[in-house]
């Protein structure tokens, strides 16, 4: 087992905070997402109201934190996919 040094257990702190906070973020575009979905069944938004929470989340779409969350999240994607298609065979 190799000792690490303190520069080091940092470094995976603050890319681990880093990573939570983009998870985070990509939870919020998702629940805005089907937030945007209940309420345009219920169509109780205004025209302005829900222009403003499409261009939200357009903007959200838009974001390097939710392509950066995305693409920290295809491999679990891919390897979840991969499981179910076999599972169906």
Do not use: K, W
Not at 2 to 18: K, N, P, Q, S, Y
Not at 20 to 42: N, P
Not at 61 to 76: D, Q, V, Y
Not at 80 to 88: L, N, V
């Amino acid at each position: 087992m190799t000792e690490r040094g303190a520069g080091e257990i940092v470094a995976d702190d603050e890319r681990l905070r880093e990573q939570e906070r983009q998870l985070a973020l990509v939870d919020r575009v998702l629940g805005l997402e089907a937030e945007l979905a209940e309420l345009s069944l219920q169509s109780t938004l205004s025209p302005s109201a829900q222009l403003a929470a499409e261009q939200e989340l357009a903007r959200l779409r838009r974001s390097a934190e939710l392509r950066i969350g995305h693409a920290l999240t295809a491999p679990a994607r891919v390897a979840r996919r991969t499981i179910e298609r076999r599972s169906q065979r």
